[in-house]
């Protein structure tokens, strides 16, 4: 509100005998409060209604018309600003600087998908979230990622989120913004490698599913941990799992895990061998994370400007380089003690330091986690759609052949159906 104020009372100046324009906005200007209101309340009638739409009237087509609106409103009317993939970094660095104020609505945009995650699942991406209604549009013949290729790529979205979240604490930028690929599209304007990273993967988005979504969305990580332990659920068939295998080839993300009644068997020692030394690797790789996290922390705090200014300042006052830059020379003209600039960057530089650290170890966890899950051995009864990774799109539900039984549509021949109960 005070930035919408601010920007009507103090209009900016003109350049009338220089000719000098002043560079445009790079995010959408500040709207009025009773704005910022309504797209709360969009928002969380767009959750509301993705949820009844998944779980309960089990809709596609309604899916998809949500979508076309969210991407719409959300998308090419708002702008892509405010998002809830961004406002994490609000929130991180609200969290790490008591100074800094987090918005009410960038709260509400960053925490309401989240409580619906934990209560509904990931509806947020089925139909609300514009990037994802956006690359679902454009799915056209999907194809099937390796498996090898589809876990180490998984593993992205962890790293961007953890690398995200210690640029934003550490007032280093918001980078998911930086380099969001897809607000380009909805502002019609950008920088050239970012309209081509957003062009380019809307083509890959059609034979790839969402590969935004899958492979480089930090939130969904988040997503994913609250959809983990959800009440509700998407459930594939409306009643019983026949195995006719028709649900997995209609998913175009690889979110359903498959029965293993059919699965060949393994010995349980080699299970338990290979738990084991799994387990045992998670520490060696918890310390690797720190330690090259805190190495890393120190690189990039020469990134920051005050410790740049410091360390040209250092190098001048030792002779070790003639002449100054704008920046010392200006630092120079305020008259302040060098020792004062030298404490300044001790301390950026050691919360960089510890924000590289926690980094490292976050990854390490990541990886030495996803190990240790594959090491796991699980038994199923039925195909399932993967409580983490299921992006409550409704596709699955039109190919199987209990859910068109319901529907009372024709059911294609030879598929199995269960006896009714």
Known sequence: MIL????QRFPPPEFSETGHKLPGFNTPLPRGPWLEHLDVIVLLAA??????????????????ALGIFSLLYFGFWRKGCICSIGSIQNMAQGLADSSFGVPATVLAFGLAPLVFALLFGRVFCSAVCPHGALQDLMLIKPVRVPVWLEHGLRLIPYIYLGLALVFAATGGG?????????????????SVLM??????????G?????????????YGVLLGFASSVSKWRVRITP????????????????????STIDAPSRSMTTDKRLLAAMILLLPVLLIAGGLLGGVTGKNLARKHRIVNLAERVYLEETGKESGTTDASAAFRVTGEPVENLYADARTVRDRYVLAGRLCGLWIALVIGGKLIMLAIRRKRHDYEADQTRCLACARCFTDCPQELQRLGLSVPEGVPLAPPL
Not at 51 to 61: G, M, N, P, T, Y
Not at 174 to 190: A, K, M
Not at 195 to 204: D, E, N, R, T, W
């Open 195 to 204: 309209v081509a990273c957003g062009i380019g993967l809307l083509v890959l």
């Open 239 to 258: 009643d019983t799992c026949t195995q006719c295998r028709l649900c997995e080839q209609s998913c175009p993300f690889d979110a359903i895990n498959k």
């Open 47 to 64: 959750l509301a209604l993705a949820a009844w739409l998944a779980l309960r009237r089990r809709s596609r087509r309604g899916l998809v």
């Open 206 to 218: 059609m034979f790839v599913g969402r590969p935004y979504c899958r492979f480089l969305c930090p």
């Open 174 to 190: 918001y980078i998911i913004c930086q380099y969001d690929p897809f607000v380009t599209i909805f502002r019609l304007s950008g």
């Open 4 to 7: 919408f104020l601010a920007a």
